[in-house]
């Protein structure tokens, strides 16, 4: 009686996974396969996707990609929640960052061998994509790349009487211009800031693979264990260094005017740091003149850093079948040299594509040249958890500008913090 019951119970649970497994691979009617392609909501990014979905049904008539967005700060809970339900995407777009999670949570497969072989990928790619390879294997592929710039306002320098054509090239010369744009009241509140200086946008990754480097620092260890931004006084150096520009220097907060893009758009800040990603949202919303620069050095012939991130393709576990062949195809098109122009000219990332790194009419450009120098010497940071390790920073310097805890002791127990994130993460896997 046991033994049937047992037999019973097995063959039901048989039967039910199969089930669940034709969720991902059956066909519509008519035999037009339907994918459902997940974003996170970026104006730029969702209007561009909308309109590659047009360009690849017309192409494939028997497929149907159905895109859905979610805000940013939902939209891993909403992937979590639907993957954990059975009903999550075909196809997942993801920050390069999320991927270690992702694969942990079995929410992502590799990517098809028949699609683009490890060696394929790797010799196609800018190699900043092998952050993204998770024990000897890649999960996802990108559309473009991002890196750091300086956005400066050039009407605000001309009236602080500086030359609107020469942005700093220093984080001292940075600074000093930043002071002459910065204006107070006489109760000190900030009417406009010199330097949006942040954390939470991307002055957490200058700091981490910008400054750290420039003033001599290695992240991370080789194989990503070990956290060393204090493996000598350097590290708390170039900490200090810019948490003082904010709180000895007070060229900028991070709240004022909502956050730093913000403000620069309002024409209230006269440089702000951030990536490509944002030209066409600044060039739709700035009423002045603007340009775009390098990032600074620590000192002119000093060591050159830069941050480099994407967003990532990658095919939902559990898709196999008709959808496999389907996903396949949309993702060949996605990652195709025609998608990576279309996406350089109406969102404004750098195609990450290998090849276009000496297309000159992009090195040439005066908007995108930056970003491309850029991608010369930036580093894709190995996160295990960027959601943890991004607040881990967060909270810790809120102690510093809210509370005036010492720099020095709350770097300290920053290191120990973001060691701790990826011990969890190494000793769990």
Request: net charge neutral; proline share 5%; charged share 20%.
């Amino acid at each position: 009686m046991k033994k049937s019951v047992f037999t019973f119970l097995v063959v039901v649970l048989a039967l039910g996974l199969v089930l669940a497994g034709c969720g991902k691979s059956d066909t519509s009617s008519g035999g037009k396969v339907t994918l459902t392609y997940w974003q996170y909501t970026f104006p730029a990014k969702v209007t561009e996707m909308n309109s590659l979905i047009k360009k690849f049904e017309a192409e494939n008539p028997n497929i149907k990609i159905v895109a859905q967005d979610f805000p940013y700060d939902q939209y891993n809970q909403k992937v979590a929640a639907a993957m954990h339900a059975g009903k999550g995407p075909d196809i997942m777009n993801l920050y390069y960052g999320w991927l270690p999670q992702y694969v942990k949570q079995g929410y992502l497969q590799p990517i098809p061998q028949d699609l683009m072989s490890t060696s394929s990928i790797e010799s196609h790619f800018i190699p900043m994509i092998k952050a993204s390879k998770i024990n000897g294997q890649y999960y996802t592929l990108p559309i473009a790349v991002r890196s750091l710039a300086l956005f400066y306002n050039k009407d605000m320098f001309k009236q602080a009487g500086l030359n609107p054509n020469a942005p700093p090239k220093t984080w001292d010369e940075l600074i000093q211009d930043a002071k002459k744009m910065t204006k107070r009241d006489s109760n000190g509140k900030l009417g406009q800031e010199g330097f949006a200086w942040d954390v939470n946008g991307q002055g957490y990754h200058a700091f981490e693979e910008v400054l750290l480097r420039q003033w001599g620092v290695e992240p991370f260890s080789a194989d990503g264990k070990k956290v060393e931004w204090n493996s000598s006084p350097s590290g708390l150096a170039a900490f200090t260094y810019w948490i003082n520009m904010e709180k000895k220097e007070k060229i900028g907060e991070p709240n004022f005017l909502t956050d730093y893009n913000t403000a620069f758009k309002a024409g209230k800040a006269g440089i702000i740091i951030d990536g490509s990603f944002d030209i066409a949202a600044i060039k739709d919303a700035a009423k002045f003149n603007w340009g775009v620069a390098p990032l600074p050095v620590k000192e002119e012939g000093g060591i050159e850093s830069n941050f480099g991130s994407y967003w990532t393709n990658g095919i939902a576990k559990g898709v196999s079948g008709a959808k496999m062949d389907a996903a396949k195809k949309f993702i060949k098109f996605l990652i195709s040299d025609d998608t990576q122009k279309d996406w350089l000219k109406n969102v404004g990332e750098i195609p990450a594509a290998a090849s276009f790194a000496n297309d000159q009419t992009i090195n040439n450009d005066p908007i995108y040249g930056p970003f491309v120098a850029g991608l010369k010497y930036a580093h894709a940071t190995f996160f295990v958890d960027e959601a943890k390790e991004r607040d881990s920073m967060s909270s810790q310097i809120d102690k510093i500008l809210l509370n005036n805890e010492p720099i020095d002791k709350t770097f300290d127990s920053l290191v120990k913090e973001q060691q701790q994130i990826r011990d969890d993460y190494f000793q769990n896997n």
